[in-house]
């Protein structure tokens, strides 16, 4: 049986904070939602350098990242501006696959203001 280590996290747009994750996590498959967006692009931040292979739409609001010991040939991908999806067939528990998805949950605004007094 392969285990994968998976980190599930909503980075806010935050450049530094994907910058750091990308340098410093020790994750197979990093499925984030809101990543910063490059204005210029319209992409999310992944430099060539990276370990890690970007699945992301344009202005898209979910990311996944898979980690460069998958040879991209192994895996499928789709992704829309609302959410990802990484499908790697034979892996996973007894060779049945795993299939990832990052989804973007936008915030509930019920503006309900609770005070505590």
């Not at 996590?25 to 992409?43: R, V, Y």
């Not at 499928?76 to 973007?104: I, M």
Request: proline fraction near 7%; glycine fraction near 6%.
């Amino acid at each position: 049986m392969t285990c994968s280590k998976i980190l599930l996290w909503n980075t806010e747009g935050n450049k530094q904070a994907l910058e750091v994750l990308l340098e410093e996590a020790e994750f197979d498959f990093l499925l984030i939602q809101e990543p910063w967006i490059n204005p210029t692009t319209k992409s999310t931040y992944c430099p060539r350098s990276s370990k890690y292979h970007l699945v992301h739409s344009t202005k898209g609001r979910a990311a996944i990242f898979v980690k460069k010991g998958y040879p991209v040939g192994q895996w499928d991908y789709e992704a829309t501006e609302h959410w990802c999806r990484v499908w790697l067939p034979g892996h996973g528990p007894q060779g049945l696959g795993l299939e990832l998805w990052s989804v973007y949950n936008p915030p509930n605004n019920n503006n309900n203001n609770t005070q505590v007094l």
